[in-house]
């Protein structure tokens, strides 16, 4: 039977990246470079979310305008002033 201790596989593991991680050298300015490109990207995305708020906003605003231009003109029954008064009795055309 071929059985491999867990121990010795973890020790070995462990000791394999140990020996990887000392010949990584991350560059000097790995940090200020990183913060660069990630405060690029936030006021990218901030930019992109305000445009894109201000067009649905005029959007919004022009869809409304067009709908209360097909309005009909005319003022229609409710505002006609030509009410029979049954309503408010005594205050009709015929009163």
């Known amino acids: ?53 201000a067009v649905v906003f005029a959007l919004a605003t022009l869809i409304g305008l067009w709908v209360l231009n097909q309005a009909p003109s005319d003022p229609g029954v409710i505002f006609s002033g030509l009410g029979t008064g049954a309503a408010f009795p005594g205050h009709g055309p015929g009163a």
Request: proline residues 4%; charged residues 35%; without cysteine.
């Open 1 to 53: 039977m071929n059985h491999t201790d867990p121990d010795r596989t973890e020790r070995e593991l462990t000791e394999a990246l140990a020996a990887l991680a000392q010949g990584v050298q991350a560059a000097p300015d790995a940090y200020r470079t990183a913060r660069g490109e990630w405060l690029r990207r936030e006021r990218r995305r901030r930019l992109v979310l305000a445009v894109l708020i």
